[in-house]
């Protein structure tokens, strides 16, 4: 009982201090929204795929890190990463969190690692991989489904999509451990 109305006490008292500018309850219902399929950046890939004849399975269990699409005619498969979740190095919209950090380091970093470790899965058992950024999408969604819908007819590479400056760009997809 009284070790009980001590972790009552050291809670009440971290969230005096804590700096929130929402309520609990909106900070709870803000980050329930926040989803890992269909996407709005997942979304404007489909939507251009699809309209460039191009037709795909979502989310499939049976293949490493769930691709958000799998192309199996093209023997390819798509992840859409936002660019905080998956720590786009370089990128503008890519900032770590100023209040725990040490948590929010660890958690990204682990988001990589789990990246890293399914790409080299997938690239082993004969998939082309590409990888969306969201900040490319940002930029210019058209002409990511125009350099995706060019990668899947005529290369037979892995790559990767990003925004390079004020364009989007495609680069080769280099995967750590590989």
């Known amino acids: 009982m009284e070790l009980e109305l001590d972790l009552r006490a050291a809670d009440k008292i971290w969230t005096q201090i ?11 219902a803000l980050m329930s929204r926040i989803r890992g399929k269909d996407t709005l950046p997942e979304m404007a890939v489909r939507k251009r795929l699809w309209r460039e004849g191009f037709r795909y399975r979502l989310h499939p269990k049976g293949l490493a890190g769930r691709p958000d699409l799998v192309l199996p005619k093209w023997g ?28 929010w380091d660890a958690k990204l970093q682990r ?5 890293a470790s399914a790409l080299k899965t997938l690239i082993d058992a004969g998939w082309r991989l590409a990888v969306v950024w969201e900040c490319a999408l940002r930029r210019d969604a058209d002409h990511v489904g125009e350099l995706l819908a060019t990668w899947l007819t005529m290369r037979d590479d892995s790559i990767e999509i990003e ?4 364009e989007v760009k495609d680069r080769p997809l280099i995967v750590s451990g590989r």
């Open 76 to 103: 390819a498969v798509v992840f859409v990463h936002g660019c905080f979740w998956h720590r786009h190095n370089g990128c503008s919209y890519f900032r770590l969190p100023k209040t725990r950090t040490a948590f």
């Open 18 to 28: 804590m700096v929130d500018k929402m309520s609990a309850e909106k900070r709870s």
């Open 111 to 115: 988001n990589r690692e789990r990246d």
């Open 163 to 166: 925004e390079a400056g004020s």
